[in-house]
């Protein structure tokens, strides 16, 4: 198992155990809400100014999970990879991205809003945010990100 394959976006974020007081859905009846409604923390594992807010679910756990983020504009992905498939619909704004080991702009397609986007498990991908743009990414945990070159990794302390 990768090193940081499980301390995604979510558990290395600011304590696994506050995201089922997050959630937006609780299980329990229909929940119907605002996107200004959403509460949105820093998003560690994108870092640059990324944020995200947990609909539902805990992406830590193996279960379901909706989640979305809010990338700034030029936010660069580097190469990495997710433990699961990963369903990605982009809400606002234009997500570049691209399969592949080797970041190249030119290589990206643009997701504008309604595009979605679906990478298998360990594929690696890449890309970037033009414009402010929010994602929306659903699946199954557990979930996280794995960066091909650790030196990306903006959870790692830079020497």
Same mark, same amino acid.
């Given at each position: 198992?990768? $090193?940081?394959?499980?301390?995604? @976006? ?13 959630? /937006? ?7 119907? /809400? !605002? ?6 923390? =820093? ?20 279960? =379901?999970? #909706? @989640? $979305?983020? $809010?990338?700034? !504009?030029?936010?660069?992905?580097? =190469? &990495?990879?997710?433990? *699961?498939?990963?369903?990605? #619909? /982009? ?14 702009? *030119?290589? #990206? *397609? ?9 990478? =298998? ?16 990414? &659903?699946? #199954? ?6 960066? @091909?070159?650790?030196? !990306? ?7």
């Amino acid at each position: 198992m990768s $090193r940081l394959v499980f301390a995604l @976006l979510l558990g290395a974020l600011s304590g696994a155990g506050a995201w089922a007081d997050q959630n /937006v859905y609780k299980g329990e009846e229909p929940v119907m /809400v !605002d996107s200004n409604e959403l509460e949105w923390q =820093p998003a560690a594992s994108l870092g640059g100014g990324a944020e995200m807010a947990i609909i539902e679910g805990d992406p830590a756990k193996k279960e =379901p999970f #909706t @989640l $979305r983020l $809010r990338l700034p !504009d030029g936010l660069e992905l580097a =190469p &990495h990879t997710h433990p *699961e498939d990963e369903r990605v #619909t /982009v809400l606002e704004g234009t997500l570049h991205l691209a399969p592949g080991e080797e970041f190249s702009r *030119e290589d #990206t *397609e643009a997701l504008e809003p309604g595009a979605m986007a679906l990478m =298998p498990a360990g594929e690696p991908m890449y890309g970037y945010a033009e414009g402010e743009t929010v994602i929306q990414l &659903h699946g #199954t945990g557990p979930w996280g990100i794995d960066y @091909l070159n650790a030196s !990306d990794d903006p959870r790692e302390e830079k020497q």
